[in-house]
Each structure stands twice: as structure tokens, then as C-alpha cells.
């Protein structure tokens, strides 16, 4: 039986139709015959019973053939659209669009459908398998490794080597720039050597850092919760001020503002270590510690019991507790002997004073001085300023003598600010030193008001006596000394030697050595003694 194919294109040269010849004027029944045949031929070509041979298909729809059951199509050229069953494919030829589950892709690839899946299936395992899909407005990848959880990789091909940059393990761990293997988290730009260990685990194989950006009136936290705070710990950093605190137990415990002033139990540090109250004008139970940025220590507290030394050593001689030096040598200490008795080494006692006239000038060192029977005279002084975190504070100053009460007056602000540094205050009251007393230069021989040697000034008008222990005293011009004299007043500020070897009320010193220390412009002179006036 002839088929489809064993006909023209060329309609008079289709004479004969399955052995049936149709000539002019043939009978009715050979046409019918030969139209039936036809439709036969053409059924075979719908049943796929007869194969096309390279059809070139232009538009139209083939709604239920099996084309190429027999002799399979090796090729076909679709011009224009193609549509399966409305919106099962669509393929958008001007576009170039293809549409799984739509009539109208807008995209290279549109898959719709209530949960748009694309499956991957690894035929080399078993139910190693692969899905990219869309649900309820996530994008999600799932993977299976068989009966386990599979894992997710994101990789950078360079054209030579083959990267991981991003790995989601079937366990849940997260690696960036690394195959994840202990930490939940593993972040790395180049191997350190270390193996990953804890939560969270970054590493570099140079220099490593971490950022917490935010605007500059901003703060950036790092917290530490449980179930009853979000914060019962944080690390902070205010950009707006540039301190940076510690809390603990939801308060602030630390703090260092843009100074480096360290602050403990203290939000506004004025020292470069400032723990809770710290200073030395406190009067209202106060306690606190504090390291100053020109050295100065200030231990405040209201508790008799204030500083505590606990030798556990159990070797008897000499301990030293503490060691005062100058310039880096020793010039004295504070030790026991045997672990029985404080002894202090270079030892010189001195009191606080004031000029029985209210000045306070400089004079040579080793000057001698006597008492005028008159109390010390001091003026209390405060001012309040606003503290960075907006309370207010009263700062306590005292100065030498009497003020008008509710006066401003220039006071040293060494407690609350650099040293020697001066502010201004009010003064409260007045008060006087009952167990401290004025001075002047002895003007009388002998004088039996000796209270010691000059020994400096402060610049809150006070000055220092020394009376007692190792020292220097000025000598009258011309007088010559052993070791072993003892000195009394010369009456115009400088110590003779006495006629006598027994000490009286009027014996300053005794000389430890003759050799002359400095020479002033009055020709008198400072050499080594020992005070008996303390």
C-alpha cells in the first residue's frame, strides 16, 4: 500500500491513487474510492502509523498525534509561538521567552504553578536530589543526600580553580570562604592555622577585624541576654561622645570617655582611673580611688579600716612594702623588720603651715622658722558643674586664710583637673585648724620658738614646716661646724651652733655633716642635720 509520502506536491501528477486510476469522466464510485483511500493515508499520518520525513510545521496546533512512533522526528523548525495545551509550554518566539504553567512568560524561564519548583536529580546516588522552589513568598533550596540532609554550596570558577565561597553543611552550619566543619558559624579569608572551634568562628591568615559602623550620633552595642534582659550585659560605643562603656547586670560598670579616663562605678571619669567617688575633699561618707594624669593618687573612703598590707611570706627580716624613689633611684621606704615593727627609712616629719602675715613667699631653703600661737585659717569652697550625663556635681576646694563668705575666689584645681591648674569658687565657711599653727622667720637668738626649717609651699597658700628627722638647715655666714653640733636660731633665719651639748627647748639640730651642700647670695649656707623640734 502506497503511503502519504509516495505522492507530488504536483497535483496532476497524482494519477493514481492506490492502483485506482482516475481519469477523466470516471464514475462516481472510483472517486469516492480514491477520496477514501486518501483519508486513509492521511489517518496514517494522524495515527503516526506513517512517519513524516523532516516536517516543517508553520503554526497550527497537533492536538493527540504521536509523531515518530515508528521512525522518531530527528529534527523539526517551528516558526512563530508554540503553545502546549493552552498554558501547559508557551514558548514566546519574539521574546524568547519560555512559559511552564503560564500563557504569557515574562521572563527567559516563567514557571507558575501554586508551589514553582525546579527539580535536580543526581543519577549517580541514590534520591540525591535537588530543589529550587517558591512557597507562601520564599525562595527556597532544598537538598537530599538520601535518607540525610544534604548540603548547599555557592562556588567561583576563575576558568583554573574552583572556589567555595559560601557552604551550608546538612548539619546547619554556615561557612563563608570555608567548608564549615565545628563552629556554626566559620568565617574565613585565608587559613590561620587554627581549627575552627566554638559558636562562631572567624579567621584570617594576616591581620583580623571587625566593624560595628553607624552614623556618628549613634551608638553601636554588643549584647548578652537571658530569658529575663536583652541586655543584663552589653559593650557599647557612643559616637556621639566617644565613650565607650561596660555594663554588667544591666548597669554601667565601666566606662572610658574620648580622654582614655577610665571610669568604675563612675560615668563621668575626671581622672585617668576614677573609681566611684574618688578625690580628696569628700566630707559625706564618699569612697572611691583614683590615678590622675599627673600622677597623683587619691583614695577616699568612709570606712576606718582603709588600706590593707598582709605579709604571707614566712621568712623573717626585712620586707619592703613600699619604695619611694626619684628619678629612678630609691630615696626611701616603708618596710618591717622581722615582721614585728614598721620602720620608715629617710625619714623627715613636717607640718602644714601658713605666714603668720597671710603671705606666703619663697625663701631659702633650710630657713628657720618659729611659732606665733596663731591657728591655721581656712576658707571651704565649692562649685557645681554639670556632668556629662547631665547631673549636676559639687566640687570641694580649701584655701589658706579667711574669705568673705558667698566671695568668688581662685582656687587650685589639682583635685579635679590638670595640675596646677586653677578655677574659681565659692566660698561656704570658715574654719581654723585647731592642732596646726602660723609662722614666721625666727627673728630672736636662741629662740625657743623654733618649729623647724622652710621646706617649700603649696599653691593653696599653705607651707611646708619640717621638724623632725633627716634634713638641711641653713648656717650663718662665717661659722664653722663638726659633726655632732648642736644648733639653735641665730635670730635672722639661720642656725649657729650652740655653746652647750645638751638639748633644751631651744636646739634646732644636730649636725650630721660639716660639708657645705649650696651657698646662698648672703654667704650663709645648707648643710646635712637632724630636726629635734617635731
Not at 469 to 487: A, F, H, P, W
Amino acid at each position: 500500500m502506497a503511503g502519504i509520502n509516495d505522492y507530488s506536491n504536483t497535483p496532476s501528477l497524482n494519477t493514481t491513487i492506490n492502483t485506482i486510476d482516475v481519469d477523466e469522466g470516471c464514475n462516481p464510485a472510483n472517486i469516492n474510492d480514491a477520496i477514501r483511500q486518501l483519508m486513509a493515508d492521511i489517518a496514517d499520518v494522524d495515527d503516526g502509523v506513517v512517519p513524516l520525513q523532516t516536517p516543517d510545521i508553520n503554526g497550527g496546533t497537533i492536538d493527540g498525534a504521536s509523531l515518530g512512533a515508528s521512525s522518531p522526528i530527528t529534527s523539526a523548525i517551528i516558526s512563530g509561538d508554540l503553545t502546549v495545551n493552552t498554558d501547559a509550554l508557551k514558548v514566546d518566539s519574539t521574546n524568547k521567552f519560555v512559559g511552564i504553567g503560564t500563557a504569557s512568560p515574562s521572563a527567559e524561564l516563567d514557571i507558575q504553578a501554586d508551589v514553582p519548583s525546579i527539580k535536580l536529580t543526581d543519577t549517580d546516588g541514590t534520591n540525591q536530589i535537588g530543589l529550587i522552589y517558591e512557597n507562601a513568598g520564599n525562595l527556597f533550596l532544598q537538598s537530599q543526600n538520601d535518607t540525610t540532609n544534604g548540603g548547599i554550596g555557592f562556588r567561583t570558577y576563575d576558568g583554573t580553580t574552583l572556589s567555595d565561597t559560601v557552604r551550608i553543611t546538612g548539619d546547619g552550619r554556615l561557612g563563608i570562604g570555608i567548608v564549615p566543619s565545628n563552629a556554626r558559624l566559620e568565617v574565613s579569608n585565608g587559613d590561620s592555622g587554627v581549627t575552627p572551634f566554638g559558636d562562631v568562628f572567624f579567621e584570617d591568615d594576616a591581620g583580623f577585624s571587625l566593624a560595628l559602623a553607624t552614623p556618628n550620633t549613634d551608638s553601636a552595642n554588643i549584647n548578652f541576654a537571658d530569658p529575663e534582659s536583652n541586655n543584663v550585659g552589653q559593650i557599647g560605643y557612643d559616637h556621639s561622645n566617644n565613650s565607650m562603656t561596660f555594663d554588667t547586670n544591666g548597669s554601667e560598670a565601666i566606662r572610658i570617655n574620648e580622654f582614655g579616663y577610665v571610669g568604675i562605678d563612675q560615668t563621668n571619669p575626671v581622672y585617668l582611673l576614677h573609681i566611684r567617688d574618688a578625690g580628696a575633699v569628700g566630707s559625706s561618707a564618699e569612697i572611691g580611688l583614683a590615678l590622675t594624669n599627673s600622677g597623683n593618687f587619691y583614695f577616699q573612703t568612709d570606712n576606718a579600716n582603709q588600706v590593707f598590707f598582709n605579709d604571707t611570706s614566712t621568712s623573717a627580716g626585712t620586707h619592703n612594702y613600699i619604695f619611694f624613689r626619684y628619678q629612678g633611684a630609691t630615696i626611701g621606704d616603708i618596710d618591717t623588720t622581722n615582721n614585728t615593727t614598721i620602720r620608715y627609712n629617710t625619714f623627715t616629719g613636717g607640718h602644714w603651715s601658713q605666714f603668720h602675715d597671710g603671705t606666703n613667699p619663697e625663701l631659702k631653703k633650710g630657713t628657720v622658722m618659729s611659732l606665733t600661737g596663731d591657728k591655721l585659717e581656712y576658707s571651704k569652697c565649692e562649685k557645681t558643674v554639670i556632668k556629662e550625663d547631665g547631673t549636676e556635681e559639687v566640687q570641694k576646694f580649701e584655701i589658706a586664710g579667711t574669705h568673705e563668705i558667698g566671695s568668688e575666689v581662685t582656687v587650685p584645681n589639682d583635685d579635679y583637673g590638670e595640675e596646677n591648674s586653677t578655677t574659681t569658687a565659692t566660698v561656704v565657711s570658715n574654719y581654723n585648724a585647731d592642732h596646726l599653727v602660723k609662722v614666721k622667720v625666727s627673728d630672736s637668738i636662741a629662740d625657743k620658738a623654733v618649729y623647724g626649717v622652710w621646706a617649700g609651699k603649696y599653691n593653696d597658700g599653705d607651707l611646708s614646716v619640717e621638724a623632725l628627722g633627716t634634713s638641711t638647715i641653713r648656717i650663718k655666714q662665717g661659722e664653722v661646724l663638726e659633726v655632732g653640733d648642736l644648733l639653735e636660731s641665730a635670730g635672722d633665719g639661720t642656725a649657729q651652733k650652740q655653746t652647750d651639748d645638751t638639748i633644751k627647748n631651744s636646739t634646732i639640730a644636730k649636725v650630721t655633716s660639716p660639708n657645705v651642700i649650696e651657698t646662698f647670695d648672703d654667704n650663709s649656707f645648707l648643710v646635712s642635720c637632724v630636726l629635734y623640734c617635731g
